[in-house]
């Protein structure tokens, strides 16, 4: 059975870090790139981070470049989202989905998409 989960959200202060994990269960997830997505309220969801298949390759969007960090673990069949010094403006659902290569910091076709896990940077 296919699927994709997101987990490692919460409530932070503005400053603070979250480590996002994306778990798949039914496919490798080393076969794939993988993007990291997020939509805040009344927004457009948007491209973060995109990581390459071979994992050797990353992008990330000018507004978090700097801040965060995306990565695969093989072993654990997971990629991970290292997120520091988190804005009010993160505040989002956080997104991963498996595409066939990254664009840039953004997947240009989705395979599979996780349901999502919230984000909420405010004092």
């Known amino acids: 059975q296919v699927q994709l989960v997101e987990s490692g959200g919460g409530l932070v202060q503005p400053g603070g870090s979250l480590r996002l994990s994306c778990a798949a269960s039914?496919?490798?997830?080393?076969?794939?790139?993988i993007g990291w997505f997020r939509q805040a309220p009344g927004k457009e969801r948007e491209g973060v981070s995109c990581?390459?298949?071979?994992?050797?390759?990353?992008y990330y969007a000018d507004s978090v470049k700097g801040r965060f960090t995306i990565s695969r673990d093989n072993a654990k069949n997971t990629v991970d989202l290292q997120m520091n010094s988190l804005k009010p403006e993160d505040t989002a659902v956080y997104y991963c989905?498996?595409?066939?290569?990254?664009?840039?910091?953004?997947?240009?076709?989705?395979?599979?998409w996780g349901q999502g896990t919230q984000v909420t940077a405010f004092s």
């Open positions: 990581i390459s298949r071979s994992g050797g390759i990353t």
């Open positions: 989905a498996a595409g066939d290569y990254c664009s840039g910091y953004t997947l240009p076709r989705l395979i599979y």
């Open positions: 039914g496919f490798t997830l080393d076969y794939y790139a």
